[in-house]
């Protein structure tokens, strides 16, 4: 995964043009321990995407040091991912691993938009969330209101979906989509790459001066 941490350290090359204290600083705690990603296939029915499980192994997780509003990304470790699925508390509970559990738990497990009969009927959360597991989301320019999710179908390729609080048409239609065939096409590799070239871009024009600090 060379290319993802060569990514990670040209966000932090541009992150340093802006900053001076480590606040929006992107970060990967290093290898997570083989306990804390046996308690999560413990706690996860179905196998973990071996990719998944040699991007802990290898990066533990990846997050910035403070942000966690914009042009910032949010891959939980399996020790936290796990902790989440044993909550007891309602409101701090990860449901289950799938894309709309997991999204649903990004908004402290408060979206009406995805109570059964709102907008999806039961079933069809159900199917949502058997399909497509959700390990961690990326924002990029709308301070919280946003989000793109990264998944996995159940041939273990990875994709992300962007949710925005005030578009729920959008996010809609996608999922009726991803219940006919997934979109997914990509590695987990590929999809973070992505991602942090994303929140990168999105750093540089809040930031900076457009093409100039894009080099």
């Known amino acids: 995964m060379q290319r993802l941490r060569d990514a990670i350290d040209q966000y932090n090359a541009n992150r340093a043009r802006f900053w001076d204290d480590d606040y929006n600083t992107l970060t990967a705690p290093g290898p ?3 306990d804390a990603i046996a308690r999560l296939r413990a706690l996860e029915p ?11 192994r290898r990066f533990g997780g990846l997050g910035n040091q403070d942000n966690t509003e914009s ?7 399996p020790a936290t991912l ?11 509970r990860i449901r ?4 709309v559990d997991v999204i649903v738990h990004s908004w402290g497990n408060d979206r009406p938009e995805f109570e059964p009969g709102a907008n999806f009927q039961q079933p069809e959360l159900d ?5 497509y597991r959700c390990f961690g989301w990326y924002r990029t320019d709308t301070v919280g209101e946003s989000a793109w999710y990264v998944y996995a179908d159940e041939a273990g390729r990875f994709g992300a979906l962007y949710y925005d609080q005030d578009g ?8 009726r989509a991803m219940l006919g065939a997934s979109p997914a096409r ?11 070239e994303r929140a990168r871009q999105a750093m540089i024009e809040w930031n900076g001066d457009g093409d100039e600090d894009a080099a």
Not at 82 to 92: K, P
Not at 96 to 99: A, E, F, R
Request: net charge negative.
């Open 127 to 131: 199917a949502l969330n058997a399909r």
């Open 168 to 175: 729920f048409g959008s996010v809609e239609r996608l999922l």
């Open 46 to 56: 179905r196998p973990l995407p071996a990719e998944l499980e040699e991007f802990y």
């Open 96 to 99: 289950s691993l799938g894309l």
């Open 186 to 196: 990509q590695s987990l590799e590929e999809a973070l790459c992505e991602g942090v």
């Open 71 to 77: 042009h910032c990304m949010e891959l939980p470790g």
């Open 82 to 92: 796990a902790e989440g699925l044993a909550q007891a508390d309602e409101w701090q």
């Open 32 to 34: 997570a321990a083989e």
